[in-house]
């Protein structure tokens, strides 16, 4: 294969860089001073770091006015990051707070624009046993079925196949290592969650919380499964 594999390994191996691109992960637009804040680095370091990543075409710059934002550079990005992390050892952790941050993470939260971990992967097993998906040979198909329930989460089909993106595809989550629902609908279907207060972020990290009413509605809606007593 005819690429520069050292020159992205070379951007991720610093561990500030490696810390502010995961914390991106989520999807989100984050200031430098708050991606110096979580990298524990000063704001000229982080400047430094963040400029190289831009270079680097990892990372883009988002204006809004004078005030400059940064974020993944896209969905190929963050997809080669949340696979990379399959190969990766975990941060060492320090405190009960980080430990309680990687169950978080491990339970529910953001793959860029759709949702992983352990909620993720009961997710997308329950729309392909209630019929609402099809598997294929590489990615999957809404079935007419789906497509009446999805409208009930306002989602709007026609829009998706409109997007330049995979419009329904497994992902392999990191932690579970078991495929959660990534494309088009997978991000369309967490937006929704997250519109109706079904999931909600968690303060410190990428992680996100189920609610009770999200839990009754989504078992409700389409037989989620969490493997609960």
């Known amino acids: 294969m005819d690429v520069d594999f050292a020159k992205v390994a070379k951007l991720l191996a610093n561990s500030a860089r490696s810390v502010m691109v995961g914390a991106m992960l989520d999807g989100r637009a984050m200031t430098g001073t708050e991606l110096a804040r979580i990298a524990g680095v000063g704001p000229s370091t982080a400047s430094e770091h963040l400029g190289e990543l831009v270079q680097g075409q990892l990372v883009r710059v988002v204006a809004d006015g004078r005030h400059r934002y940064f974020a993944l550079a896209g969905t190929d990005v963050a997809e080669a990051l949340e696979a990379l992390a399959r190969i990766c050892p975990p941060v060492p952790l320090g405190s ?3 430990s309680r941050d990687a169950q978080a993470l ?3 939260r ?5 949702l992983a971990g352990t909620l993720g992967v009961a997710l997308l097993e329950a729309l392909l046993s209630n019929r609402w998906l099809a598997a294929g040979d590489d990615d999957f198909t809404i ?3 789906g497509c009446v329930q999805l409208a ?3 989602v709007d089909i026609s829009a998706l196949r409109r997007q330049r993106r995979s419009l329904a595809r497994p992902c392999l989550d990191w932690t579970a290592r078991r495929p959660h629902l990534a494309g088009a ?3 369309a279907i967490t937006t929704s969650l997250l519109e109706r207060q079904w999931v909600e972020r968690e303060p410190r990290c990428r992680a996100l919380r189920l609610t009770s009413v999200g839990e009754a509605q989504l078992r409700q809606l389409c037989g989620l499964d969490l493997g609960k007593p």
């Open 96 to 98: 009960r707070r980080p």
């Open 143 to 145: 079935t007419p079925y």
């Open 106 to 108: 491990g339970f529910a």
């Open 185 to 187: 609908l997978g991000a």
């Open 110 to 114: 953001t793959c860029y624009d759709h």
């Open 152 to 154: 009930g989460l306002d």
